[in-house]
């Protein structure tokens, strides 16, 4: 049964006219049930972190300041978010619901965090909309557990996961693949295990192609026993954050190769959605819904 990490929190409230699109993690679960693709059944509510769990990413500092609300004002412009006692709640439920979704991965093959792929949380510091690196914090989870020692993370965002980078730059035992914009923020990059940085203005054609003729190699060469795969559908031409050029149907083809290439190899996939900026908030929700069907369709 493919399972979902889903909380009401994850809808939390930001200022009128921020432009991160907090509604969306609202109709996503909305549209899936009411299309048929999942059942009340397929989700599950995730609760707080020990933060044990945190701190074997993150800074005892960090994640002690994030807590207490006491961030100075420099790093909280830095999150792009206004720091509050629930966006802080948020992000730590997001970080259990990806580990416990990896449980339900090894049990089912797959699961899903409708929120997540927060990978520009650094692990003393937070940007870019992340403040806590869920699909670090679980890959330090799973090993701890004994649960995975060799892990891939695929991100496929638009946006180099330069938190996830700079976590695990001299750690062999999790290699980091991203494959983003060339031209989109972050503007000074970390060093990724692999990176792919595709040309602005890249349609499907090239993008797929990319991704083809490295994915499946990349799988065989790592040999690992778990993969995080962070399905961001920033990449479309109509997103506002992003510069390439793919479309819907090209978005859905990158979550059928992926999945498709997670699937035959037989290794347990935890996938968190990442970003989607585009204006007209249905173009983000069929976008993503399609990554769920995909799941649906391939693994059950």
């Known amino acids: 049964m493919l399972k979902i990490a889903y909380h009401p929190i994850y809808k939390h409230p ?23 693709t999942c059942t009340e059944l397929n989700f599950f509510e995730p609760g707080f972190p020990e933060e044990k769990y945190l701190t074997a990413i993150h800074t005892q500092e960090y994640v002690s300041n994030l807590k207490a609300l006491n961030l100075d004002r420099r790093a909280v412009r830095k999150t792009g978010f206004p720091l509050s ?28 965090n409708i929120a997540g792929g927060t990978h520009h949380a650094y ?26 020692k060799q ?8 946006h180099q996961g330069n938190g996830t980078a700079e976590i695990f730059e001299d750690d062999p035992s999790v290699f980091t693949f991203s494959m983003h914009g060339a031209g989109n923020y972050p503007f000074k990059k970390e060093t990724s295990d692999l990176d792919i940085a595709v040309p602005d203005k890249s349609g499907d054609a090239v993008y797929l192609a990319k991704l083809k003729e490295t994915l499946p190699g990349l799988i065989k060469q790592v040999k690992p026993d778990f993969i995080f795969y962070l399905s961001g559908v920033d990449i479309l031409e109509t997103d506002k954050l992003g510069r390439l050029s793919c479309t819907v149907e090209g978005c859905k083809e990158r979550d059928r190769f992926a999945l498709s290439c997670f699937r035959e190899s037989g290794i347990p996939v935890q996938v968190s959605m990442g970003g989607g900026y585009s204006p007209d908030i249905k173009v983000i929700i069929e976008a993503h819904a399609n990554t769920y069907r995909l799941a649906q369709e391939l693994y059950f």
């Open 123 to 148: 692990s003393d510091h937070g940007e870019a909309f992340c403040l806590l690196n869920d699909q670090a914090i679980a890959a330090r989870f799973l090993q701890s557990k004994g649960l995975a």
């Open 85 to 112: 006692q629930e966006l802080v709640d948020r992000e730590q439920i997001i970080a259990q619901g990806t580990m416990t979704g990896c449980e339900f991965a090894l049990k089912y093959g797959i699961a899903f």
């Open 14 to 36: 930001l200022p009128e006219g921020h432009r991160f699109p907090m509604e969306k993690y609202d109709l996503l679960p909305k549209q899936l049930l009411y299309e048929g």
């Open 151 to 158: 892990i891939l993370v695929v991100d496929l965002d638009v």
